[in-house]
């Protein structure tokens, strides 16, 4: 029977009312991917999609790689984008792969692909190589990529969704709420004949207001400590001012967040940056559903910037699921935001 999801809110919590049922807290520490469930390669590896330039005046290729079964005919498809902070990480997943522990959501996401689904992971600049926008240009050129190519690899070209973790959830995000924002489309790759929409989105703790990241983490003080926050998050060098190229000394994301509110601050180009860098200001009646799942005790994303995009989606009329489970940090939810986030994908491709 197939089911839908509505705009929801699901709290998975330890503490239940019911004794004995430890599987209700979504997360099982003996919960473990046997030798075989985590041997899986990519049946195409290493394909070259694009040739970009990079702040140092050099080039490089993109690549990504295909997971999918050996026959396939219209595949839908999962573009799972990696995190690491916007400056590192690989499309190659390759920790991942071996250790599940250090990325349960990708190893469960492969566990589509004995589905019938393909499973795609994407190379993109990283903030050191190039500033914002250039990721979610690249981001939304592999979708545009992956659409021209769908008779060549057997993939349904209508049939794209997108996932990711931490900094890849972020521009997954992205994907889902700026369909036809000019600004960010860009040309990496080409193929601007096709459409870089997707039709629905799993976003596992990813960020949705940039600017809004520190002071999100500062209003729980039960998870993190504040010191490390601010070189996480405002300072000058920490992975969030260095996404914008803001990130000189006397600079960063804190410098910025004190001055947004100011109407003759000179910093006027990199704040609408910031925004441009934010899901949340682009939320409209046409953009792709959402599951998103988030860890109570994340120390890097709150879950204040899941439930302000959630209200804004239920502002709009949209669908967007939201999956929280409360003993969890930042990565690794659990066995049920997990199933609840292939789940939602099957309802999407039409499989359930």
């Not at 009312?17 to 991917?33: C, K, P, Q, R, T």
């Not at 995190?83 to 522990?101: I, L």
Request: glycine fraction near 8%; charged fraction near 20%.
């Amino acid at each position: 029977m197939k089911r839908r999801f509505a705009a929801c809110l699901v709290l998975v919590v330890l503490a239940t009312m019911f004794s004995g049922i430890s599987a209700l807290a979504g997360y099982d520490e003996n919960w473990v991917w046997t030798d075989e469930e985590m041997n899986v390669t990519p049946k195409y590896e290493d394909v070259v999609w694009a040739t970009v330039p990079t702040s140092s005046g050099e080039e490089r290729d993109l690549m990504l790689n295909i997971y999918q079964a050996e026959e396939v005919e219209n595949s839908p498809v999962v573009v799972f984008i990696h995190g690491g902070a916007w400056w590192e990480g690989s499309y190659a997943m390759n920790e991942e792969r071996t250790a599940a522990w250090t990325n349960e959501e990708f190893s469960n996401m492969l566990t589509l692909v004995d589905e019938g689904v393909t499973v795609i992971t994407i190379d993109y600049r990283l903030s050191q190589e190039m500033p914002y926008p250039a990721q979610i240009q690249d981001c939304k050129g592999a979708v545009r990529w992956i659409k021209a190519h769908a008779e060549e690899y057997g993939l349904d070209a209508d049939r794209v969704a997108c996932a990711g973790t931490s900094a890849g959830a972020h521009l997954a995000l992205l994907l889902a709420t700026t369909g036809d924002v000019a600004e960010l489309e860009g040309d990496t790759g080409g193929n601007l004949d096709y459409s870089s929409r997707v039709i629905a989105c799993v976003d596992f703790f990813g960020m949705s207001d940039i600017i809004n990241l520190s002071s999100d983490l500062y209003d729980t003080p039960y998870n993190i400590n504040a010191e490390e926050a601010y070189y996480q998050v405002d300072a000058y060098d920490s992975a969030r001012s260095q996404l914008v190229g803001f990130n000189a000394e006397g600079q960063g994301m804190g410098v910025l967040r004190a001055e947004q509110n100011n109407p003759d601050t000179e910093y006027k180009d990199v704040l609408e940056l910031v925004k441009m860098a934010s899901p949340i200001y682009f939320v409209t009646t046409d953009d792709a559903p959402l599951f998103m799942g988030q860890g109570g005790k994340a120390p890097r994303v709150a879950v204040a910037q899941a439930t302000r995009l959630q209200q804004l989606y239920i502002q709009a009329g949209l669908e967007a699921n939201l999956c929280i489970n409360s003993t969890a940090g930042h990565g690794n939810l659990g066995k049920y935001v997990n199933e609840g986030a292939l789940s939602f994908l099957r309802v999407k491709f039409g499989m359930e």
